[in-house]
């Protein structure tokens, strides 16, 4: 049921966005944002994980939709196309984690923008597995037909996942520009 | 349509064997029945209660004379943090959520609840928690700076060694636990209420337990950012939150942890008022006076709930503007729980009052909880809170406020709805000597913290000097707790007796009207051998003997009925999962990755690493059985018996 899947998003969601809040309450205490000299994050590595993470809708809501017509044939291809896109944004995420220019142990900014990124590479990783994880099982077993519906939950919570990674990008990547 | 008895057995007979847990240690460890888990999580909860008793007996001791020698300063720490630690987190939000997991499936008609795996994974992260604060306890690594933690005090360089890492990993798995008894409840209440109960029928005590899951989802992530991304990070990987030497910010700390810590308040009293409804109307033969207003009261309340957090931090530096906003809505809040006031004493006034024990629990709690309440608008004016911040009045206060919001209708709920659970009455005598023992027990114990803080006594001292003056209202406060405990004594013996050797109860022994008391005492595994159709707000006075009933479920597998968010029409049908172990072995998992984390950040990893198994073990063991088949309408599998 998507309703599980929707109360967790609302939980992480909040949670984002309490780390924001208290990200932005930082400002207050400095004169610079960044701070002491601190160079802006780069934003090349954030931009093209960003573009990846669209792109990678087109292959979840097919994958969503052939499971809502039961078509297993269409399951499994577009659930490997949706691993195949989502690997690389998860490793793309390293560099973006340094694309920073600043350490979680440097200051109270770094500190900051460190665990927005941070945590939301864990729900980031977190739909690696499952799109992964989920996609195996398609190949190792039969599927019943309650199951199907799995794969639009999946989704579901991707566009969850990359959409609140649009705000992180531009207050936590481009925002040091503008505050 | 009417099953003879015989039918009646046999179906009783199939569904029990589908629906009932595994026998046996291992059906032990993979049960996933609501009523089981919520029974556990009650007597956990209820061992917690205890234990913070214990506690606090032992604090009270120490105070009793001037400059005692019973317990140094240090044990004092960890006794008191154990303390608000234990009542806040192990006892006060835990067993409300267990009332819900326990009833809000069988008062809307359900066989089960919503995600019965998840249900049990809450409840082993709880059980974690308690494990591992108590065996801190007795190694002497308790926390000790706190139940709220306040830092710098609380950050690495006040606190070196352990005991506020311990505080950190407890408050997260009791977040895990009450997060997914939210979930689990918000969609129990949405999507799985009987054919015909619209949210207008609702019952007032699911109103209670859906609006507090709401709030739980809002504050517990704050309670869980502060405790496990930022405290123990500070302490452990050197991260800045609140080191203000590098730009960190100690009232960032404050503003996290009360933006949860004042909505805890009301996520613990809350469903507290969700037990009074149906008390008070049962034993006064009266529909409640106001549902509406009573509903919409919850739910202002929780609202103005989140808009109040500041009021805890007026002796900081915050801006005028600021203190006079939350002064204001602290004050504002008064109005809607005073309509909830109102609406009982309104139902009361025009019933036939039965003064019974859970009666006279609901009396004692609209008396204590009214001082409460008083002294919560005194608190809120900032200058008043000034002159009386950190001293024994608001330790007063808050103790009047969640004893008698919180704990006074819990044990009136005991007392009304322990027949259900049990299949046997309290003995009533028993009863009511716990509750006047009660009653003034508190009053003893609380009421002279009010003169203590005028006299300028701060709370969280392990002692004083007899030149104080204080040592005449400290003895009158330690001989009302002995009083209290005496009562709980007396409440034990009662509640022990009774489950043995009560008076058997039968399936309503209150002639109540909620669908909990259209099911045998204690309810089958299935819950109802039908499922309830819902045509009123008090089905079993309105339809006492004929109650309308679902019939099409299939009984040879957990079948369960879905039906729509405001309707509650009949949507499709859903099988619910069995018994599992992956649940206990994923709280293992957070078990490694949260305590682990104290000792090395590569816990994490490893515990990331082995919950993937986990995972992986739960989604496959989740696909076998079969599917779920659409329904066209209601009409079709709604049949009228």
Redesign the interface.
Known sequence: MWWGTLGFMVIEGWTTALLVASYLYFRQNYDAWPPLRTPYPSLLFPSINLVIMLVSFIPARRAAAAGKRLDLTAVKRWLTVFSVVVIPILVLRWWELWALNTRWDSNAYGTAAWTIVGFHTSLLALDVCDTIGLTLFYYLRRMPPKAYSDCSDNSFYWYFTVGICVPIYLIVYVGPRIL | MTLSGETVARESTVLEDVWRDTPGIGGWLTAVDHKTIGKRYLITTFLMFLAGGVEASLMRTQLATPSSSLIGPDRYNQLFTTHGTTMMFLFGVPVMNAMGLYFVPLMVGARTI??PR?NAFGYWNYIVGVVFLYVSLFVNTAPDAGWFAYVPLSGPAYSPGHRVDVWAQVVTFTEIAA?VA??NI??TT??FRSPGMSLNRIPLFVWAQLVVSFMI??A???V??GST??LA?DRA?????F?YT????AL?WQ??FW?FGHPEVYIIFLPALGFVTPIVETFCRRRVFGYTALVLANITTAFFAFGLWVHHMFATPIPELGESMFTAASMVIAIPTGVQIFCWIATIWAGRPRLTTAMLFVLGFIFTFVIGGITGVMLASVAFDKQVHDTFFVVAHLHYVLIGGGLTPLFGAFYFWFPKVTGRLMNETLGKLHFWLFLIGVNLTFFPMHLLGFDGMPRRVYTYSADTGWEQLNLIATIGAAIIALSIIVFLVNAVRSWFGGELAGPNPWAASGLEWATPSPPPAFNFLHIPVTTSRHPLWDTSDDLPVVTGLRTDRREVL?TTTFDARPDHR??SPPGSIWPLYLALCMALLFIGSIFSPWFVLGG?GVS?IG??GW??SA?D????ERVDTGDEIVDMA
Request: a negative charge.
């Open positions: 919503a995600f998840l997060l939210a979930v918000i969609v949405f999507k989802v809002f517990m992530p704050a869980a950012t991304l930022m990070a990987i050197n991260t800045h939150w080191n590098e730009g960190g910010d960032l503003h996290i933006f879905i859903h099988d990331i993937l995972l992986a989604g496959w696909l059985g079969p599917g779920r």
